[in-house]
């Protein structure tokens, strides 16, 4: 019997791992306040943490927490603070590149399971068995990696030892995501978790006797985004990346919405879980997963590096945007005793306007607004303001985390 593998999802706050969990991820990777890589995204408080863990142990997932910025001197004693405080919230497992914060963890959470981050370079199999060696449970492959160099690396360590993957999301232009530009050209290091996407800007070349005089940088006259890749997608590719021995399959995004979130998770986990009922029965289904997973912003797909290097058609050249069919409305909370549904709003929507209830089981239904209330019991005749909190009359029995969405 093929072995389960981990479906891991992102969470950039305490909403969105709520949604991560109850939309089918085994395990969810956060980050805290310091020492990630997403310094722009919202991150946990001590307290959001320990929330976030415990609902997430109620269902039976795990919880990662990441802490896997290139260190300085400065933040060595930071580190140390960080870890004392994370032995009160209790996750699974802690993601780190630096050796230095690795050592540390290993003396103040001697117990806590350590994963090494794609972020390490981890492109061989001696790589993976000096981790092993280290103590480190788990390593996260690097980007550049095909998958016969991982089924390669499987054949070489121990049974024990995990390997995980990214399987969709966003690609960095630099090797294993330890890019210089945002650093040099704007001070913020993309190391350090500040990074300000470079790689996603328009650019032109300037002659040094011609200041101002802006020349556009072409190649095959398609456009300036040198740097701007598509974003992975192995979607149609289950059985390949079973077969390849990887045990966690891995989605980028810790600056996602709940809409991103609980889109890409329900079709993988669906997606998975097809497949290991039968190859045949999943490829039948390969159009349902193609659609869904296109309903959540993306700047079109690539396989990345797994079927070999990557060429010129895994790049964008011409735009930087992303392609977004659907619209994020709110998430369902609470039924109050006139059957109406809280929702916090997210984007405007009407009375009289057909939506889509994106449920946890892999339904869609179309429900129409037939009434919007403000908290005062006060009717409106749209929901305009982003934030507020509405309660809704849809005419139809939803339940907790499923997702209101429009079609554009």
């Known amino acids: 019997m093929q072995k389960r593998p981990e479906l891991l999802v992102p969470a950039s706050s305490l909403e969105v791992l709520k949604v991560a969990v109850s939309y089918g991820a085994d395990a969810v990777y956060i980050g805290g306040e310091a020492f990630g ?15 976030g863990i415990d609902f997430a142990h109620e269902h039976a997932v795990k919880v990662y927490v990441t802490a896997n910025i290139l260190a300085h001197n400065q933040d060595l004693d930071g580190v140390r603070e960080y870890f004392e405080e994370l032995k009160k919230v209790n996750p699974d497992a802690l993601i780190i590149s630096d050796p230095g914060i690795f050592t540390i963890a290993k003396e103040i959470l001697p117990d806590m399971e350590l994963h090494i981050s794609t972020q390490a370079n981890n492109t061989n199999y001696a790589t993976y068995q000096f981790w092993y060696q280290q103590g480190a449970k788990r390593v996260v492959c690097a ?3 095909s998958l016969e160099e991982i089924k390669q690396i499987r054949e070489h360590i121990e049974e024990e030892m995990e390997i995980e993957a990214f399987i969709h999301g966003a690609m960095c232009i630099s090797y294993s995501g330890r890019c210089l530009l945002s650093s040099f050209l704007t001070g913020r290091d993309a190391n350090q978790g500040a990074c300000t996407h470079p790689c996603r800007w328009k650019y032109a070349l300037v002659e040094e006797s011609r200041p101002g005089q802006y020349m556009p940088v072409f190649e095959n006259e398609r456009g300036t985004y040198i740097f701007n890749s598509k974003d992975l997608c192995m979607i149609e590719h289950i059985p390949e990346l079973l077969k390849a021995g990887i045990d966690s399959f891995k989605i980028e995004g ?4 709940a809409l991103y979130v609980a889109t890409v998770a329900r079709t993988y986990r669906l997606a998975i879980d097809d497949c290991l009922k039968g190859e045949e029965y999943y490829k039948s289904r390969l159009p349902f997963y193609r659609e869904e997973i296109a309903k959540c912003t993306y700047r079109l797909f690539t396989t990345g590096f797994f079927f070999g290097k990557p060429n010129e058609e895994t790049q964008i050249y011409d735009n930087n ?12 909370g609470e039924r109050d005793s006139r059957g109406f549904y809280k929702i916090e709003q997210k984007n405007k929507f009407c009375v009289g306007e057909e939506i889509e209830a994106m449920k946890k089981d892999g339904r869609n239904l179309l429900v129409t607004v037939k009434g919007i209330f403000d908290e005062e019991g006060i009717s409106m005749d749209s929901a305009p303001h982003p934030k507020q909190i509405l309660y809704l009359d849809l005419g139809e029995d939803l339940e907790e985390f ?4 429009r079609k554009e």
């Open 321 to 332: 945007t992303y392609i977004k069919e659907y619209t994020y409305l709110g998430m369902i």
């Open 37 to 51: 890589l997403r310094a722009n995204a919202k991150n946990f408080s001590l307290k959001e943490m320990e929330e």
């Open 143 to 145: 980007r550049e990696l």
């Open 402 to 405: 499923d997702i209101l969405r």
């Open 254 to 257: 810790r600056m996602k919405t």
